[in-house]
């Protein structure tokens, strides 16, 4: 049956997350967005304890995975991560954990390895988890990768240089981390030679040459790594080492985007409703009402961008809920994650802007959080799958199309 | 729980529908629009489907189901994804209908239900809007004066669904107090005149009429009192779902026109232009479907959904015209031409943003 109802345990914990958004994230929230490369070790020593309650579920083999985790995982995280954006997208995105290399490891991993992964996300300090796809010349077209690994006895050794990676910093150089490395074993054979590659921290031949200065989340470390002959175990492959015919390999650490696409749409939707809150808060304040009912002509221009702004953000928000519970019902969701993903991106970048917008002067000033808000909404619709690549993913289900056929 | 499944039922009548659209409407749709009429044995055979009768009471001969917006939702973006006039044009007596089911006494329901049980078309319909700038809901211009134990009419509607035709019009007037009532009003009935059958850009197979009420004396029995601004939710929800049928029409025949032409070597929908509006027709169309159902579900859960159902209004009637006129823009010089139905849908799909009470679940 078509419900739109929340079951309480996820009410439950997105009121919980919502507290603490708005106790621990908020108050700390200019300071670190100002002080971009310093790190709030209180609060992540806080999410680290909590996050330890509640362990990321490991599962028996991937395929048994599923059947232990409740049914209702990805719509769950979804309301979760909505929340603690809300709070502070920068801060949610640097807080400890496995990440989207976590993601990858849980997703092309065989049991040993999420054992050894995985496993230290439970216990001791805080850690982070990475991955490390573009380059300085590739980003979308991820398929024409340049870092290498090579295979030389008991080792892959891995050379390249990888840029934007999220939490890199902190995985690699100031915790027990990881950072999943995608590199080709085979440039000659294109998408089937591109390898995933567990990298541990601390790893000799890898290091953190610079952090990127960005317009928004800049409490979230943005690292560049630089891989020189750096020496891994052959068993730190995710996935076959087989250069197939057909890209199987690649194909499987894409499918990862599936889930990690409403993920991040969930994210920039806690964005947008900060701002929409802020404008509806200071409208109520300042004795404007949005009169739902009125007919259009006696609308107020304040009243049409508020409530297009409102019904943008929730358009966003079903179509994000509806690729999470595709996922939770194991249904194949590759068309409704690109859709959220689109949508979502573009969405925040539109209602924060015009949060700005409406709220003028004030608006415009860092005495609020709002300009931070559309600073920090933009990346959105840029990382995690640009709008207009997720656009040719979805033109390319819709129609039918390879990538050979579409481009 | 949240879920997007619609029930089992909901699909076996939701399939049943398109099935009746896909086999009967859409290839009547054409001609229906060059004529302006839609072919009675169509309608017959639609009727024969009881989906206007299946929520009256047993007690009044009906199915007895329960009305449900969801599933109204469902039934209406099947029957517009058919045809626009067309489905309007079958769903009209609802127009009467749920406002007698939902608010009408046992006296009203005993007089008005029992004759929508026949094996006919029973034509009836709701008088809503009115023909000025100003027009508002809240504020309706039709009056309705009270003296003894009668109420006269008095004013001008547009828009009416098979106005001229209806055996039955509900008519919605401000009484003295300033409070809306809806009026039944008999065909035949003194001081009411067909002023004209409307020439509309679209909606052209819909008999829609200008009425004028004219001291059209209505006995105080007829008189039905409820929550009309709960009712008007479920016009919004009608609408939203209707527009959402229509744009996906469009989009599903530009789709297919593209991958199907040819230009510079290969098929257009293999270029990023093309590709890039077919896939933001496709996600905006699930947005706008997915708002007008979470509106649906508000209202069936018996809340105020004022606000979900005006936004899920706004978002399709925005995308509706944006769908279709894209839809057209794929066709290029061939979707201008009305032997391909793109501007017809377009036509249609700028309504949304003007109609208000014509449709409902």
């Not at chain 1, 304040?302 to 809920?321: G, I, P, S, V, Y």
């Not at chain 2, 001969?61 to 067309?86: F, P, T």
């Amino acid at each position: 049956m078509i419900d739109f109802e929340l079951s309480p345990d996820i009410v439950r914990n997105r009121d919980m997350i919502h507290m603490l958004a708005e106790s621990s994230m908020r108050p700390i929230s200019r300071e670190y967005d100002e002080r971009e490369h310093d790190k709030p070790m209180e609060f992540f020593d806080m999410m680290w304890n909590a996050s330890k309650m509640n362990p990321v579920n490991i599962g028996g083999d991937g395929k048994g995975a599923k059947k232990d985790l409740p049914p209702t995982r990805s719509l769950g995280s979804a309301v979760t991560i909505e929340e603690l954006s809300w709070g502070d997208a920068g801060l949610y995105l640097s807080i400890p954990n496995p990440g989207l290399g976590g993601a990858a490891v849980m997703a092309a991993g065989t049991p040993e390895q999420k054992e050894r992964f995985l496993a230290r996300f439970k216990e001791g300090a805080p850690k982070w988890g990475a991955m490390a796809i573009t380059e300085p010349g590739c980003g979308s077209d991820s398929a024409a990768i340049t870092t290498t690994a090579v295979r030389d006895g008991d080792h892959w050794v891995l050379n390249g240089t990888k840029i934007f990676c999220t939490s890199g910093w902190m995985a690699v150089e100031k915790s027990e981390g990881f950072v999943v490395v995608w590199a080709t074993v085979d440039k000659s054979a294109g998408r089937a030679g591109i390898k995933a590659f567990v990298v541990d921290h601390h790893t000799p031949g890898m290091t953190v040459t610079g952090l990127e200065k960005k317009m928004g989340i800049r409490a979230s470390d943005t690292a560049t790594i630089v891989l020189e002959d750096c020496r891994i175990p052959l068993n730190n492959i995710l996935g076959s080492p087989e250069v197939k015919k057909t890209t199987e390999g690649f194909k499987g650490v894409m499918a990862t985007f599936d889930s990690t696409r409403p993920i991040v749409a969930a994210s920039a939707l806690g964005i947008g409703r900060a701002a929409l809150d802020y404008t509806r808060g200071a409208l109520e304040q300042a004795g404007v009402k949005i009169r739902y009912g009125a007919p259009a002509h006696k609308l107020t221009a304040l009243e049409r961008d508020f409530m297009d702004m409102e019904a943008n953000l929730q358009a966003a928000r079903l179509l994000t809920w509806r690729a999470c519970w595709m996922m939770d019902q194991g249904m194949h969701n590759s068309l409704e994650a690109s859709m959220c993903k689109a949508k979502a991106g573009l969405a925040v970048t539109q209602v924060t802007q015009k949060a700005v917008e409406l709220l003028g002067p004030l608006g415009y000033s860092r005495k609020i959080l709002l300009e931070k808000w559309m600073r920090d909404a933009k990346i959105n619709d840029i990382f995690e799958g640009t709008q207009q690549i997720n656009l040719l993913i979805i033109a390319r289900r819709i129609l039918g199309y390879s990538s050979k056929e579409l481009s | 729980m949240v879920s997007f499944q619609p029930s089992e039922e909901q699909q076996l009548i939701r399939d049943t529908v398109a099935s009746f659209a896909a086999e009967q409407i859409r290839p009547a749709a054409h001609e229906a629009d060059e004529t302006g009429a839609v072919p009675s044995a169509l309608v017959q055979q639609a009727w024969e489907l009881g989906l206007v009768q299946s929520t009256i009471p047993e007690a009044f001969g009906g199915a007895g189901e329960a009305i449900s917006a969801v599933s109204g939702g469902l039934v209406a973006e099947e029957l517009a994804w058919g045809d626009l006039s067309i489905a309007m044009h079958l769903l009209a007596p609802r127009l009467l209908l749920y406002p007698v089911i939902l608010f009408g006494t046992p006296e009203q329901q005993q007089q008005i239900l029992p004759a929508f049980g026949s094996p006919d078309f029973r034509a009836a319909t709701a008088a809503v809007m009115e023909p000025r700038f100003g027009f508002d809901l809240a504020e309706l211009g039709t009056t309705a004066r009270r003296k003894n134990g009668t109420y006269t009419i008095t004013g001008n509607k547009c828009f009416v669904p098979l106005g001229g035709s209806a055996e039955q019009i509900l008519a919605y007037a401000r009484d003295e107090d300033g409070r809306v009532g809806a009026y039944l009003i008999n065909k035949g009935a003194a001081g009411v005149a067909r002023v004209e059958r409307e020439q509309n850009m679209g909606l052209k197979a819909l008999e829609t009429d200008e009425i004028d009420f004219s001291d059209c004396a209505v006995p105080a029995a007829a008189r039905i009192a409820g929550d009309f601004p709960a009712l008007m939710n479920r016009s919004r929800v009608a609408l939203a779902a209707m527009a959402v049928g229509v744009a996906r029409a469009a989009f599903e025949y530009a789709r297919d026109y593209a991958k199907d032409r040819k230009a510079f070597g290969v098929a257009i929908a293999q270029k990023q232009a093309i590709a890039f509006m077919l896939a933001e027709m496709a996600t905006e169309i699930d947005a706008a479907r997915l708002l007008t159902w979470e509106a649906a579900w508000v209202i069936d859960r018996g809340q105020d959904a004022t606000r979900e159902a005006v936004l899920a209004q706004r978002y399709a009637a925005n995308m509706v015209m944006k769908v279709t006129d894209n839809a057209v823009q794929v066709l290029g010089g061939h979707g201008y031409i009305r032997e391909h139905p793109v501007e017809l849908w377009a036509r249609n799909g700028r309504g949304f943003a003007t109609f208000e009470g014509m449709a409902i679940v």
